[in-house]
């Protein structure tokens, strides 16, 4: 069974989880990674990797400006704004 | 020990669309913060991502103008990751399938050296907002403008080996996304960003040394700057006995360094996926040669054809073909003036100064190309000394009229007419005869003396050349003689 790491995982996600959380993660995605194993055995040297399920070509848009923004409404939603921007708790890389 | 940098550039090169690349909201610079930030850019439940047919165009006219594979199955990918001014919570990019495959573009050195540079892959994606740190305590200010700006991403093979190459190949891509007129190339309001993947191993090794990649450089300068940098830092790391950490760092213009921002998450972290929300685009043969059929002639075509067809020097052509809009206003002059290397010289000289003084750019020059064409048809035709014409060029840049117009209210006409010139130069002949007993007696340095009293007595305006030859005619008329044969 891979050893999974499940913190690494959670700070991709964004996610913080307790212990029982933590347990009940684990054994979920030691699930997952058994049936993948399982379509991991499958030989598929002849099948080409699909990258998409539908076989349908991409519409594509003219290139116009069609929006209209609603500022205002469209920040309605937000916690936080000033002079126009969203604002967000303070990110420094 | 002798050390050889590696480096591979990655170059997002914002296509100038007019809408973005998955909404129907402005890419336009420079907007009010979020005007230009429809739902589909904010990333609001509900919304699905249209492409634009004209970042597809554009991609391809790339590639083309590379000689690239043009791939004709290509798929849209989530590269995902959390920052604020990425409200989906992932990037729609392409990963395994991009829509340019590889391709090369040849870069010629300042030395004559030609390198050629492999592209590994240009794959189309989408822009991230803006997060502005400074003015609000405690918090962060996002702007979603940006969002969904259609973006190139050229990405080069590890094939340069100095930051000059990397500095050359960069400025050669923009001279080129420029004649293709899929990015305006404004470095300074982020047109072109440049990330750079740098290492060194020792010189002569096979094996890569372990890499940094310097982000969001974004000019020309700062490029060979920060590479330059970077490559001291890592021999100095070397050569002190230690090992280059694999990290990702910013280029700080003010103190010329880098800084480490984080060590790298290895590339699998960011999960791509094919996104869901929209198909494989499948690009037709028929489309394909559509927009091969549509490319403008290319820097290194036009190059050619100045140095064959016009007969230009090499130096004057690469210089003249760089920006495609001098090599415009170039052309249109040289329609006018029918003479390549006069039309080449003022170019590259008055008018460069010129627009250099007043810190502009070629497509604002003030002197349209027709009237610097008659300037220069009006050296040709002896009607300006070229220290005449200087006088004539700057009026027209200050405006005040057609080239012909100046040359008349000012009275700026080049005194070429035997009769006026000849009764001027008899005069200053029998008022010197000091000078003349000199240049008798074989001293031809007094000939300079007279041109000097001529172009006084004319203000400047004799024809220098029919001067010299008058003083020649009537200097000897007057009794010296020509010697032995």
């Not at chain 1, 684990?26 to 399982?38: C, F, N």
């Not at chain 2, 001291?232 to 990290?247: A, F, P």
Request: hydrophobic share 40%; net charge negative; glycine share 8%.
């Amino acid at each position: 069974m891979a050893n999974i790491d499940i913190n690494h995982l959670c700070r991709l996600a964004q996610l913080a989880l307790n212990d029982a959380e933590h347990e009940a993660v684990r054994g979920d995605l030691e699930r997952i990674i058994a049936m993948v194993d399982q379509m991991q055995a499958m030989n598929t040297d002849h099948v080409e990797p699909l990258a998409h399920p539908l076989d349908a070509n991409q519409r594509l848009r003219r290139d116009e400006v069609t929006e209209v923004v609603d500022r205002e409404r469209y920040q309605l939603g937000a916690p936080a704004t000033q002079d126009g921007l969203y604002l967000v708790p303070r990110v420094v890389e | 020990m002798q050390w050889e940098a590696v480096i591979g550039l990655e170059v997002h090169v914002q296509l100038s669309t007019k809408s973005k690349i998955f909404s129907g909201a402005s890419p336009a610079f420079g907007g009010a913060p979020n005007t230009q930030a429809c739902p589909v850019d904010l990333g609001l439940p509900g919304v699905l991502p249209v492409l634009n047919a004209e970042a597809v165009r554009m991609a391809v006219m790339f590639g083309l103008a590379i000689g690239a594979e043009i791939h004709p199955y290509s798929v849209f990918d989530r590269k995902n990751y959390f920052y604020p001014d990425l409200p989906k919570g992932y990037q729609i990019s392409q990963f395994a399938h991009p829509i340019v495959g590889p391709g090369t573009i040849d870069v010629q050195m300042e030395n004559g050296e030609t390198i050629t540079v492999g592209i590994t892959r240009a794959h189309l994606e989408e822009d991230a907002g803006k997060s502005l740190h400074t003015s609000y305590p405690g918090m962060t200010g996002i702007d979603l403008n940006r969002t969904g700006t259609p973006l190139l991403e050229v990405v080069t093979d590890p094939d340069l080996r100095s930051p000059e190459q990397a500095v050359a190949y960069f400025k050669q891509l923009h001279a080129l996304v420029r004649y293709l007129k899929i990015c305006d190339g404004n470095l300074a309001e982020g047109s072109m960003r440049c990330d750079a993947n740098v290492s060194v191993r020792p010189l002569g090794a096979e094996e890569l040394g372990e890499r940094s990649e310097i982000k969001n450089i974004n000019s020309f300068r700062f490029v060979e700057k920060a590479i330059t940098f970077e490559i001291e830092r890592q021999i100095d790391i070397l050569e002190s006995g230690g090992k280059v950490q694999r990290d990702t760092r910013l280029y700080d213009s003010d103190l010329n360094e880098t800084r480490s921002m984080r060590t790298k998450e290895l590339s699998d972290d960011y999960r791509y996926f094919p996104d869901p929300d929209l198909l494989p685009v499948h690009l037709t043969p028929e489309f394909i040669a559509e927009v091969k059929s549509s490319l403008p002639e290319l820097p290194e075509a036009r190059k050619t054809r100045f140095t064959t067809e016009l007969k230009l020097s090499d130096y004057d052509a690469t210089w003249l073909t760089g920006d495609p809009e001098v090599a415009d206003y170039f052309e249109a002059v040289l329609a006018t003036t029918d003479d390549a290397k006069l039309t080449a010289n003022w170019i590259m000289g008055d008018a460069s100064a010129a627009l250099h003084r007043d810190d502009l750019e070629w497509i604002d020059c003030p002197v349209p190309a027709t009237e610097l064409g008659r300037l220069i048809v009006r050296i040709k035709d002896n009607t300006l000394s070229s220290k005449l014409a200087k006088t004539v060029f700057e009026a027209l840049w200050a405006g005040e009229g057609t080239a012909d117009e100046i040359i008349e209210a000012r009275g700026l006409r080049q005194l070429s007419d035997s009769g006026a010139l000849g009764d001027i130069i008899e005069k200053i002949i029998l008022d010197n005869p000091h000078q003349v007993a000199q240049y008798r007696a074989g001293k031809n340095k007094v000939l300079g003396f007279f041109v000097g009293r001529v172009m006084k007595a004319t203000q400047g305006k004799a024809n220098p050349g029919r001067v010299n030859e008058l003083l020649l005619e009537l200097l000897g008329s007057w009794g010296q003689s020509k010697g032995a044969e």
